[in-house]
T-cell receptor
Framework: GENVGLHLPTLSVQEGDNSIINCAYS??????FIWYKQESGKGPQFIID?????DKRQGQRVTVLLNKTVKHLSLQIAATQPGDSAVYFC?????????????FGTGTLLAVQP | NAGVTQTPKFRILKIGQSMTLQCAQD?????MYWYRQDPGMGLKLIYY???????DKGEVPNGYNVSRSTTEDFPLRLELAAPSQTSVYFC????????????FGPGTRLTVT
């Protein structure tokens, strides 16, 4: 079956350090990947996305890397701030575009220590 | 734009009661979704809709029903509430076919006792 999983359920970093959150996916047909941030008590909020024809995409303080060979996705956050503390989810369109549905991973809790 | 709105924010139901979770979006999005999120878990798709009058089951549809009479509204109905339906429910929307970014509402926290 489809699987989007995360290697680390909890990541603790010092303020100012860089954070790397990892995600494994199992469906080679997936061609779109997205990262969401979910703060406590709120709905998921879009961070960044990437399509399978790219291996890297940068936003403001965030970078997503896609390695299709090993089916791995990562989110890098530069100069992590206390406001970055949240649960981060990766998701994929595991039907490869046949539907608009996303399959979500279980999430990684990022805890930023001041 | 208000984006995606959900009501109520919190609700406590007794076993066997019914209720409707409301969801509305003002972005003229064609696609709408209902998810549930259990503690420490990811999002599970309950139902989704590709447009007014069209709905389909997601991963965990049992115990729920939906309707989509307008583009804006996508209510989720629980007919006979069970403790297993205690969860946080999120509604989301996306613009069109192969536009995968979903916009989420703030969620409804439901407890069934």
């Amino acid at each position: 079956g489809e699987n989007v999983g995360l290697h680390l359920p909890t990541l603790s970093v010092q303020e100012g350090d860089n954070s790397i959150i990892n995600c494994a996916y199992s469906n080679s047909a997936s061609d779109y990947f997205i990262w969401y941030k979910q703060e406590s008590g709120k709905g998921p909020q879009f961070i960044i996305d990437i399509r399978s024809n790219m291996d890297k995409r940068q936003g403001q303080r965030v970078t997503v890397l896609l390695n299709k060979t090993v089916k791995h996705l990562s989110l890098q956050i530069a100069a992590t701030q206390p406001g970055d503390s949240a649960v981060y989810f990766c998701a994929e369109n595991s039907a490869g575009g046949a539907t608009n549905k996303l399959i979500f991973g279980t999430g990684t809790l990022l805890a930023v220590q001041p | 734009n208000a984006g995606v709105t959900q009501t109520p924010k919190f609700r406590i139901l007794k076993i066997g009661q019914s209720m409707t979770l409301q969801c509305a979006q003002d972005m003229n999005h064609n696609y709408m979704y209902w998810y549930r999120q259990d503690p420490g878990m990811g999002l599970k798709l309950i139902y989704y809709s590709v447009g007014a009058g069209i709905t389909d089951k997601g991963e965990v549809p049992n115990g729920y029903n939906v309707s989509r009479s307008t583009t804006e509204d996508f209510p989720l109905r629980l007919e006979l509430a069970a403790p297993s339906q205690t969860s946080v429910y999120f509604c989301a929307s996306s613009l069109q076919w192969q536009d995968y970014e979903q916009y989420f509402g703030p969620g409804t926290r439901l407890t069934v006792t």
